[in-house]
């Protein structure tokens, strides 16, 4: 059963970090609207703030998404050349 959650992990991390940078800009502009009535024009820093945010995050994320999706490659093919 975990099995087949765990599978394809890699995948499944890129998929997340665009996913998490989508709700990291989505959550910088609400919170600016939120906060624009208390704070005036400094709540706008939230939107920019969100963005760097989500997209430093992302870029880990997909980073390791990509070297996991790597090396099960790797491991399949030197498996497959194992068997010859």
């Known amino acids: 059963m975990f099995e087949k959650l765990l599978e394809n992990s890699g995948r499944k991390l890129m998929l997340l970090a665009k996913i998490m940078l989508i709700l990291f800009t989505i959550g910088?502009?609400?919170?600016?609207?939120?906060?624009?009535?208390?704070?005036d024009a400094v709540s706008l820093v939230f939107i920019p703030a969100g963005v760097l945010v989500g997209w430093c995050n992302s870029i880990v994320l997909y980073a390791f998404g990509t070297i996991s999706s790597n090396i099960s490659l790797l491991a399949e093919i030197a498996y497959k050349n194992e068997d010859k």
């Open 28 to 39: 910088g502009i609400v919170a600016a609207i939120a906060l624009f009535d208390a704070m």
